[in-house]
């Protein structure tokens, strides 16, 4: 049986632990846990999916994180469910190594809490947030290009189609003309640099008298995206849990935006 669920609206914030996950009551429902079954938390963050799961059945857990803060988490959790959780470092995508170094062949439900965590959006220095200033960051590991090195060497027109690709932004070509414009005259390495430019070309959404969306929420989504590269990492990711799950496993996947949402409806028809 294979459960997707998607949410509609962004991660909730709380005060301990640090990040807790919308939904969690649904997904845990769906994942039905059971005595001495094996279940992967693919996206750790704080742990919040393993410790239902830990907490609902005498059952094992897998964590993945590739967030050094989310694996310091998980040193402190397996403490706590010692012989019952382990937290690894790797991506999701890549699962079905990680397991097979750990010995592990099939397991009985796979979950994913897809996007950025509210305790990566609270800490200005990681660089995710447009409403807090930090170094433009975005990476949710410690490899690879970061969005400053997006922002100040990707061309015009590859800035345009990333941020209409992955943000769905209408104006990502007066965007792009303005970063390149901007960046002509000294590099743009502060996430408000950054988002006060996206701002002179976006008016903001929403209609008369909701909550507005920031003109900047969209590019900033684009950016993570692509810095993280989680959209392949989802397929990879979706493809892995196919492979582990037993049958009649259970797969549950938490998503936040349209990009992710199809994706994952597209798999589950597919199949």
């Known amino acids: 049986m294979t459960m997707a669920m998607s949410g509609t609206a962004g991660h909730a914030a709380a ?13 845990l429902t769906a994942l039905a846990a059971k005595d001495g079954a094996t279940y992967i938390d693919a996206t750790f963050g704080a742990g919040g999916y393993a410790r ?9 857990v897998i964590g993945i994180d590739r ?20 937290v690894v470092s790797g991506c999701f995508g890549d699962m ?13 439900g796979v979950a994913f809490d897809l996007g950025v965590s509210s305790m990566q959006l609270d800490d200005a220095g990681r660089g995710f947030s ?37 943000g769905e932004e209408r104006a990502s070509r007066r965007i ?39 003109p900047a929420t969209r590019t900033f989504q684009a950016l993570r995206i692509h810095v993280n590269d989680e959209l392949g990492e989802l397929g990879r990711g979706l493809a ?18 349209s990009l992710e949402d199809r994706m994952v409806k597209d798999f589950i028809r597919r199949r």
């Open 67 to 86: 967030d050094a803060a989310a694996l310091s988490l998980g040193g402190e959790m397996m403490e706590r469910y010692p012989g019952r959780l382990r």
């Open 130 to 166: 447009f409403r807090k200033d930090g170094p433009l960051d975005m990476r949710m590991g410690s490899a690879g290009a970061d969005a400053a090195d997006i922002v100040n060497t990707y061309s015009e027109k590859d800035l345009a189609d990333l941020i209409y690709r992955y």
């Open 240 to 257: 892995a849990a196919e492979t582990l799950l037993v049958p009649r496993g259970r797969l549950v996947v938490v998503s936040f935006h």
């Open 15 to 27: 005060a301990a632990p640090p990040h807790a996950p919308v939904l969690l009551a649904a997904a």
């Open 52 to 60: 239902a799961l830990l907490d609902a059945a005498t059952c094992n």
């Open 176 to 214: 792009a003309r303005a970063i390149v414009n901007a960046r002509a005259a000294a590099p743009i390495t502060r996430t408000g640099e950054l988002a006060d430019i996206v701002r002179g070309q976006v008016k903001s959404g929403g209609k008369k008298g909701a909550k507005r969306l920031d």
């Open 96 to 108: 079905v190594g990680i397991l097979e170094d750990l010995g592990v062949e099939r397991v009985d």
